[in-house]
C-alpha cells in the first residue's frame, strides 16, 4: 500500500520567510514523488516532480530516502505563494497517484 | 485546446436522486480518473481508466459507477445520491508516458440534501 503524509493542515509565514511544507511517505519500493499546487479559484496543478530535480518558482523538493521524506522548501516565501500544496506519490508501475491530505500556505504580508 | 472540462460545475441534488458527471479531454490521454476532494481528507481517487472500454476501483468506488465508452470521455454515475456523497469532484488525465503528470479539471461542486 502506498500512503501519504502532511502533518500540517495550515502553516502561517510572513513575508520573506523561509517555508517548508512537510510530506513523508509509505511505500516498499522506489517511488516517483510529485508536489502539486492549487491556487485559488485555479486548477490544481503540478509544482515540481523529485526526478528533474529542478526549481519550480522558487520551490525545491529533495527525495530522501532514508527519511522516507519528500519536504517542499522555499527561502523568502511570497504573497502569490499562498495556495493548497498537495504531496503526492506514484508506485512504480502503478496506475494511481497517491495524494496527501494537503497543506495550506498562508503568506502573510 | 480546452484540456479537462467538466460538466456541470454546479449542482444540488435530493438524496436518492441520481446524476452524471461528464469528463471530456482532447489531449487524447490514455487514462482518466474522477477524484473527490472534501476539507481534511484530500483527494481521494474514486475510480480511474486506463483505456476506452477499461474502468477500475480507486479508493472510495462505494456509491459510484464509471463508464468510458470514448477514449476522450470518462463518465461518473451516481444512481442514488447520499449526503455524504457532497464534495468537489475532479477529473484528470494523463498521458502513458508520465505518471505523476495530472491534468486537472475545474472541478464540479456536488450538494447532496
Known amino acids: 500500500a502506498q500512503r501519504v503524509t502532511q502533518p500540517e493542515k495550515l502553516l502561517s509565514v510572513f513575508k520573506g520567510a523561509p517555508v517548508e511544507l512537510k510530506c513523508n511517505y509509505s511505500?516498499?519500493?522506489?517511488?516517483?514523488l510529485f508536489w502539486y499546487v492549487q491556487y485559488s479559484r485555479q486548477r490544481l496543478q503540478l509544482l515540481l516532480r523529485?526526478?528533474s530535480r529542478e526549481s519550480i518558482k522558487g520551490f525545491t523538493a529533495d527525495l530522501n530516502k532514508g527519511e522516507t521524506s519528500f519536504h517542499l522548501k522555499k527561502p523568502f516565501a511570497q504573497e502569490e505563494d499562498s495556495a493548497m500544496y498537495y504531496c503526492?506519490?506514484?508506485?512504480?508501475?502503478?496506475?494511481?497517484?497517491?495524494f496527501g491530505k494537503g497543506t495550506k500556505l498562508s503568506v502573510i504580508p | 485546446n480546452a484540456g479537462v472540462t467538466q460538466t456541470p460545475k454546479f449542482r444540488v441534488l435530493k438524496t436518492g436522486q441520481s446524476m452524471t458527471l461528464l469528463c471530456a479531454q482532447d489531449?487524447?490521454?490514455?487514462?482518466m480518473y474522477w477524484y473527490r476532494q472534501d476539507p481534511g481528507m484530500g483527494l481521494r481517487l474514486i475510480h480511474y481508466?486506463?483505456?476506452?472500454?477499461?474502468?477500475a476501483k480507486g479508493e472510495v468506488p462505494d456509491g459510484y459507477n464509471v463508464s468510458r465508452l470514448k477514449k476522450q470521455n470518462f463518465l461518473l454515475g451516481l444512481e442514488s445520491a447520499a449526503p455524504s456523497q457532497t464534495s468537489v469532484y475532479f477529473c484528470a488525465s494523463r498521458t502513458v508516458q508520465e505518471p505523476g503528470e495530472l491534468f486537472f479539471g475545474e472541478g464540479s461542486r456536488l450538494t447532496v440534501l
Open positions: 511505500y516498499s519500493g522506489s517511488p516517483e
Open positions: 503526492a506519490l506514484c508506485g512504480a508501475g502503478s496506475y494511481q497517484l497517491t
Open positions: 489531449m487524447n490521454h490514455e487514462y
Open positions: 523529485h526526478i
Open positions: 481508466s486506463v483505456g476506452e472500454g477499461t474502468t
